[in-house]
C-alpha cells in the first residue's frame, strides 16, 4: 500500500472518528490502527491559543505580551476569551471585576476590588450625608429688634416712685448740704434732719424717706446727695426735712421723697418719650447673635431690655427686664450696647429718656 | 522530548514553594500540569468548550489556594485533579445532565496511562512541524474538512492528506520515544 492509499484510508478513518463513529477493530491495517488511535485523541485537543490565554490571565500578562503566541493567534483569543466569559453570568454583568482582562488590557481583581470599595464608600458618604441633612436642617437664626411702647412694660418701680421726688428744710440760713439720704420706708414717721434741733426727743425714731425700701443709699451723713455744700445745714426750705424746698423728704422736691418731683421716691432722672418728649430714632442698631447654647437647645423667644437714651445718643445703664436666659439676655444687652441713637428731644434740646427694647430670637 | 515534569519531588516541591511566595511562580507549575489537567478533565466531559472552561476554573482555583497547598509527598498534579473533581462535580450541579465521578476514578486519575498518553499527544502537537502542526489543528480542532484546508493553504487535498498523515506518524514515533525513554 503506496503512502497515497494510506493517506486516504487515513482521511476516511479520520472521518469516521470525528464523526462519532466507532472504528475499534475496522482497521485491519495495524498502523493505521495505531494512527487512528492518536486521531481520537487529538480530536481533544485544547485550542493552540486557550493554553496561552490562560497563562496568560494567571500571570497577569496581557495576551500581547505572551510570547508563545503565533501571529494572528491574538484575534482569536480574544474571540475565544469573549466567548468563554459569555457563559459566565457574573462575567457577562460585570466583566471587569470578575474577568482578569478585557479588550487585550491587563485587570486586576485586586484593584477592581479596590475600586468598587472606593465607590461603595463614597456611595455611602452620600446616603449617610443626605441622610444627616434631612435629620440636621439647618436652622437660621432670626434676630430683631426694636423699641416698644413703655405702657407695655412698665418699670418695675411705680411711675410715682421713678417721677416722685421730696424736699424740705428749716429756713436754715444754708442750702442743704453734702451727704445721703436714710433708707427709704413705706410710712415716714421721723423726717430726716442733718442739724438736730431736738437733742432728747420722747420717742427716738429712725429717720427715713418715703420710697421703695429695696433701694439703699450709701452710708454717709444725712444730706442731700447733689449738695457740694461740707457746713451741715438742713437747708433753707421747710417743712422738716433736707433741702431747699418743701416737705420731710431729702432734696430740691416736695413731699417726703429724694430728689426733685413730689409725692415720695427718687426724682429726677431721665424723661419718657411722649408729653412733649419726642422718642429716639435708631441710627446704627446691629443685631444681636444667636447664642450657640441656644441654638443647639432651638431655644427662642424675646429679650426685652430697659434702657435710659442719654442726650448724645448713647445706651447706658441697660437692664434686662424679661430675661430668656441661655446666653440671649447677654447676646442682647452686648448688641444693644452698640446701638446708637438720635436723641430724644424736649424744647428743642436733647434729653435723656427711658425706653425699653425688645429682641426677638427667633429659629427657621 | 518527553512530558514537562520536574525532575524529581524536591524540585516540584521548590516549585511550589516559589509559587506560594511569589504567585508569578506559578507560571511554570501551569506548564508541566496543564496537558495532565485537561486530559483530565476532556475525557469526562462532551467537548471541548466545557473542557476548556472547566480547566480555567481549575486552575484560578489552584493559583488562589496555593498558599493552601500542603506537601505530602503525592505530586503537585494530584492536588490539581482533586481540584478538578470538585470543579467537575460542582459544574455537574448545575448542568441538567449530571454525572458522577466516582471515588475510584478520582484515585486512579493521578496513575491513569490513558490521561498521561492524551496529555503527551497533546504536548508533542507543539513539537510538530509548523505546517503539520497547522494541519492537525484545523483538521482536529476546528474540524475542517481536507477541502477546506487546502482551499486555505492553496495546496491541493492529497497534499493536506499526507502531512496529515505525516503528523499523525511523527507523533506515534515521538509516542514510543517518550515510551522508550521511561
Redesign the interface.
Known sequence: MN??S???E??QA?NNV?AGVETAGVNADLEIG??VS??S????????E??AL??A????RTVSDSAILEPGVASRIEI?TR??RE?EIPAAILPSLFGTNSDGYPQYQRSMAASLFMHVTALALVVVSGVWAARHPVIKPIVTARMISLADYPLPPSASIAHGGGGGGDHDKLKASMGAPPKFAAEQLTPPVVVMRNLHPMLPVEPTVLGPPDVIFPKMQTGDLYSKLLVPSNGVGFGGGVGDNQGTGVGNGKGPGVGPGSGGGIGGGPYSPGGGVSAPRPIYDPEPEYSDEARHAKFQGDVVLWVVIGPDGTPRDIHVQRSLGMGLDEKAVAAVKNWRFQPAMKDGRAVMVQVSIEVNFRLF | MHLKVAENDTDERLLVEAAQRDPSCFAELYEQNFDRVYAFIARRVANREEAQDLTAEVFHQALAGIGRFEWRGAPFVAWLLGIAAHVMSAHWQRNPKRQEILAEDLELAGNDGSIERRAMIFQLVESLPEDQRLVVVRRFVEQRSIREIAQEFSRSEGAIKQLQLRALRNLRTRLRSHHEQL
Open positions: 503512502s497515497f494510506i493517506a486516504d487515513l482521511e479520520v470525528l495505531d494512527l492518536i486521531a485523541e487529538l480530536q481533544h485537543l485544547p485550542q493552540p486557550f493554553k490562560l497563562k490571565e494567571l500571570t497577569g475565544a466567548v468563554r457563559t
